[in-house]
């Protein structure tokens, strides 16, 4: 994690990433101090129902300040339950993959939505990500919903589903405090390490923001912070393992796993269950069923690739990951540091798993290829790439800052678990 991150404990001065989006914001939108806004010496910087301008990013430069930036704006005519009803119609009017697994629970969605206590905090940098990143405001409302269905279907009651759509309305709000470029636009499958290095620290960064500064309860900062854990230790930022991750972080993994499945060119919803169900034990399939009952309302998948094709894809998966626990084994064996063993050990562990999947899927016997529809081997090949290109940056970020010898080692490694693919 980003040491000046992880080691932050407040808000006593200006995120300038957030300022900067709170700013853009402010010239479609109203965007007023709701209280004095003063540093930590008791200099006054702006006044009370003042207007946001560009003038206040010079007044807040190296300013500590007297209470967090974010607790004195406010969003005249930013997003309201009202606005997010009207989200969540839009949604549902769409003809989307997703629609069709949220339509049979809209009234009840409507209604929910209609009793979210929205906190001025989240509802200034909701506004601001609305106005300034429409795409990720719509995977914020995405998330809400499908929460509040899993948690509709699943028969959890009044509070449950309020908390459960609280939590998908408000997971990704620490990416508003890391640059937009390493956002989460592609569901982090084409990142960059150095991007990937910048987003693994906003589920932290949120828990903080709804902890430190709004007065929802402590499950919902803490599901926030583990909505990209996975129970198997495969996820960020922690590498959180089975009971770690708490009810409703699990439910809100499963919820970032499915949108991210569904976010690609070819959206589909027996991706977004392949995607759940490829590694065992990754998510909480207690939440997957729906999933797969929904796909089969639609169309069928369609495969882009003949299945022979598929096949010498999967069988270069094959080697790759078989060379990469030999090489693991390997370097383990010769590591010295207690960083690069660490970071080995978590790539063992990960490719372990990923070998655990491969092995459930049959895809290494060519009857079971033939056998099986091909596009649904083709989403399981998507899949698996994913992951071990997850598990090279998963290994780098574990190991931090390496000695020039054992970064080239480490570096070698995970250059090679996915070059030939």
């Known amino acids: 994690m980003n040491p ?29 101090a709701s209280r004095d806004i003063f540093d930590v010496s008791g200099t006054k910087l702006w006044a009370r129902d003042q207007p946001v301008s560009q003038a206040l990013q010079r007044k807040l430069l190296d300013r500590q300040l007297r209470h967090p930036l974010e607790s004195c704006l406010y969003a005249e005519d930013g997003v309201t339950t009202r606005s997010l009803v009207e989200a969540v119609e839009r949604l549902l009017s769409r003809d989307a993959p997703l629609t069709s697994l949220l339509r049979p629970y809209a009234d009840k969605l409507v209604h929910a939505v209609t009793h979210l206590p929205l906190h001025s905090v989240a509802q200034l940098l909701l506004t601001a990500g609305q106005a300034t990143r429409p795409d990720s405001f719509d995977h914020a409302v995405q998330a809400m919903a499908l929460t509040g269905t899993l948690t509709i279907a699943h028969g959890g ?51 903080l923001l709804v902890e430190q500064l709004t007065n929802y309860p402590p499950e919902v900062a803490r599901a926030i912070a583990e909505h990209h854990e996975r129970l198997d230790g495969s996820g960020y930022p922690h590498c959180l393992q089975r009971d770690q991750v708490s009810p409703l972080g699990r439910l809100l993994a499963v919820t970032e796993g499915a949108l991210a499945a569904l976010r690609g060119d070819r959206p589909h919803l027996a991706r977004a269950s392949m995607a759940l169900r490829v590694v065992p034990g990754e998510y909480d399939l207690s939440w997957a069923g729906l999933f797969s009952y929904a796909a089969r309302t639609q169309a069928p998948l369609q495969a882009q690739l003949a299945v022979d094709e598929i096949q010498q894809r999967l069988t270069r998966i094959d080697a790759a990951l078989q060379t990469a626990q030999m090489h693991a084994s390997t370097l383990m064996l010769a590591a010295q540091s207690p960083a690069l063993k660490d970071a080995l050990a978590l790539a063992q562990h990960l490719l372990n798993r990923l070998r655990t999947g491969w092995n459930a899927s049959g895809l290494w016997s060519e009857e079971a290829i033939r056998d099986t529809e091909s596009a649904e081997v083709e ?38 678990i996915t070059d030939d693919l």
């Not at 001065?13 to 007023?32: F, G, V, W």
């Not at 989403?379 to 090279?392: G, K, N, T």
């Not at 998963?394 to 570096?411: I, N, Y």
Request: charged letters at 25%; aromatic letters at 6%; glycine letters at 8%.
């Open 379 to 416: 989403a399981v090949e998507d899949e698996l790439l994913f992951r071990l290109r997850a598990i090279r940056r998963a290994a780098l970020l574990r190991a931090g800052e390496l000695p020039e010898p054992d970064k080239d080692r480490l570096t070698g490694f995970c250059a090679g």
């Open 157 to 207: 009651d009044t509070r449950q589903l309020r908390m459960a759509m609280l939590c998908g309305l408000l997971h990704d709000l620490g990416e508003m405090y890391i640059a937009p470029l390493h956002g989460e636009a592609d569901a982090d499958r084409t990142l960059d390490f150095q991007s990937y290095q910048h987003l693994v620290i906003h589920p932290h960064v949120g828990r």
């Open 4 to 32: 000046s991150v992880q080691g932050s404990t407040g808000f006593s001065s200006a995120n300038p990433h957030a300022l900067a989006t709170i700013l853009e914001a402010s010239q479609t939108r109203s965007i007023i």
